[in-house]
Nanobody
């Protein structure tokens, strides 16, 4: 398991943008992903990216969010544009031992502490 840590959350108005960063403590050649959990709701998948750059998004964030990674820096990013109040949640970065695209939280073995994103209406 490779420890990860998120940063970049904050408060933004509807329609605004934020960029989250996930820093891994070591090189990982496997898939990394972002999940989120809103108050009173279950944790849900947001986006994932393989080491080679293949991406997958939840339908709710397609065309608005972009996941990317910088392998030499052991970092994954989530650029969020067109934010909506329903995007308000704690956003978590996670890693898995799997090298292809997965979106089930049970496949991910290392999780960060999360970063709060709040979108005001």
């Amino acid at each position: 398991q490779v420890p990860v840590a998120e940063s970049g959350g904050g408060l933004v108005q509807t329609g605004g943008s934020l960029k989250l960063t996930c820093a891994a403590s070591a090189r990982t050649f496997t898939t990394m992903a972002w999940f989120r959990q809103a108050p009173g709701k279950e944790r849900e998948f947001v986006a994932a990216i393989t080491w080679a750059g293949t991406t997958h998004y939840a339908d709710s964030v397609k065309e608005r969010f972009t996941i990317s990674r910088n392998n030499p820096k052991n970092a994954v990013y989530l650029q969020m544009n067109g934010l909506k109040p329903e995007d308000t949640a704690i956003y978590y970065c996670a890693t898995t031992h799997i090298s292809y695209i997965v979106s089930d939280s049970q496949d991910f073995t290392s999780w960060g502490q999360g970063t709060q994103v709040t979108v005001s209406s």
